[in-house]
């Protein structure tokens, strides 16, 4: 019911623009997520954009650098990574939510992950 894309490969330095299309159910009521798992790593929050686009959440980590939103007629969600770093070489999921937390367990719906390698 999630689909994430666009992740793939790029140079530190470089962007790239994340896209989770929802089908099948629409979660325009829903608080959407991206979460990100590096190899070995527990899932870490990312970011979170609240059901009208107006209020997001964005971790430390990629605070300055990446960018959430929402098109709520298209089903989808986005995340824009700029000044992307080897660290940030993980998969990325994007999950639902019903209430605004930073928890992989709270979030119900979740996408198959899209793969983001960040070369030095």
């Known amino acids: 019911q999630l689909q994430a894309s666009g992740g793939g490969l790029v140079q530190a330095g470089g962007s790239l623009r994340l896209s989770c299309a929802a089908s099948?159910?629409?979660?325009?009521?829903?608080?959407m997520g991206w979460f990100r798992q590096a190899p070995g790593k527990e899932r870490e929050f990312v970011a979170a954009?609240?059901?009208?686009?107006?209020?997001?959440s964005i971790a430390n980590s990629v605070k300055g650098r990446f960018t959430i939103s929402r098109n709520n007629a298209k089903n989808t969600v986005f995340l824009q990574m700029n000044s992307l770093k080897p660290e940030d070489t993980a998969v990325y999921y994007c999950?639902?939510?019903?209430?605004?937390?930073?928890?992989?367990?709270?979030?119900?719906?979740w996408g198959q992950g899209t793969k983001v390698t960040v070369s030095s």
């Open positions: 954009i609240d059901w009208s686009g107006s209020s997001t």
């Open positions: 099948g159910r629409t979660f325009s009521r829903n608080r």
């Open positions: 999950a639902a939510s019903t209430i605004d937390s930073p928890f992989p367990r709270e979030y119900d719906y």
